[in-house]
């Protein structure tokens, strides 16, 4: 077997054995086992309906469902954990500051949410050091006629809780789909599936992944304006900023390359680079231009946005796409540019980026020595302005958002810009490296003899040194204890 049908043996022992459980709650714990391992590898797999649908099933024979009533209440957001910094908390409070109503539900165990969550005054937080059942999470969002998931994509329980609910009751379940480029519970047990941007739309039509509608996300602007022409007396300071595995040169896929090229091409260039840890490759290019060229690990947000001003053009990340950074810096009338590689697909603003290293290179260069080249062009082009306003622009998400709380249908979008939705899965099949994740794996040793042995058999056939090496740690540590 080739490491893809591997790992496909891998994922259905996991899901036959929960399914093989005769208690609800260790079908529960190993189903999330099940997400939690498709959505840390990159199967090509995002949804299993039927499995959602056969929780649910058995969850309706076996159980005495709470009493559900009419919904006489507005909104509830369900979020599996809040953090204090993130996308998934920060859009919950967006989506609640628009609708200007609405409670919160956290899952799963949580002491207090102090420092987590900003939310309305009159916000309600649901919230246990226990967590909640299924019966729980029934009992509070049973009262609301809309229901806005923001979970986590292994939070099975929360998803049979909604399917519950979706044939039960006649509330309206909104998926957030933030997490759109990896598998997750929830697509099956929600009314409206919201993508949060062109990725996630285009990649919703590529693999049919059922209706959805598009949301997209709340940036603090309204809308983009023409760059104007600069002198730069042939300098150029250019700036790229994203977390540091997403600069991690993968396949030929090297940013650093890049980096290396505008400085040997364009004498008077400067580089700023916030995010990628300093390695031998990134030291490597620093030694050589120390003077032209900064590359920090990390910066405060205010430092950050200090260093926009002085900004004359900015790169976005490669093999990983910096994602909602671009749009975000377009904002500020910086022009913003890239190579068509790795991942990309998030925002419509890539039609500004080039086909290869050289033709960025040259672009740059024009910019550095005229003040104006093909980059401020693209940048300044009027049909690509007025889409990007559409699919970015606060007041747009806004009007959006209000349409599928009403209709269940946020707003007719159509993206030309291409889409590599395949790079996740492409890149690992190619490094053939099984994920599992420290919680997975003590998922697994905890539950040897109900389980455990056989799944991590099955890792061990997959990436022998790799897993043999953990399972005799494992019990090693277990035998010294």
Known sequence: MNFEEKFDSFSKKIKNIGLSKDDFQEALEWGELYGRVLYTNYPDVYRDDEFEKTLIARYLESNKLPVLTLPDKGDLHIISEP????GHTRLLEKILKVRGEGDVLVTRPLSSTEGLLKVLDATEIHHSEIGYDINGIL????????IFLHIHPDDLTTAVAMGV??????NRTVFINHADHIFSYGYYSSNVIAEMGPFGDKL???KNRGD???LGLPFDFEGFKLIERRSLSGEITIMSGATSFKYKTVAGLSFVKLVSEILGAIPRAKLIIIGPNLTFEWLKVVLRYPKRIKVVPKLPYDEYK??????????DSFPLSGGTTVPEVRSKGIPVTGVMCGSYGYTPWDKTKYNSNAELVSALKELGEEGVSDIIR???????IEECNKAHSFSKFEERLLNIASTGIGGEMKFDHEVNHSYFNLHWKMQKDLVLGKKSYMFLMKNWSAGGKDVMKLAISINPLKYGAKVIAGFLKLITR
Do not use: M
């Open 83 to 86: 953090y204090s910094t993130g």
């Open 139 to 146: 009992g509070i969002s049973n009262k609301y006629k809309t």
């Open 165 to 170: 609910l979706k044939e039960k009751s006649n």
């Open 204 to 206: 919703r039509q590529a």
């Open 212 to 214: 959805a509608t598009y």
């Open 306 to 315: 200090q260093l926009l001003e002085r900004v004359d053009v900015y790169l």
């Open 378 to 384: 693209r940048n300044n082009d009027e049909v690509l």
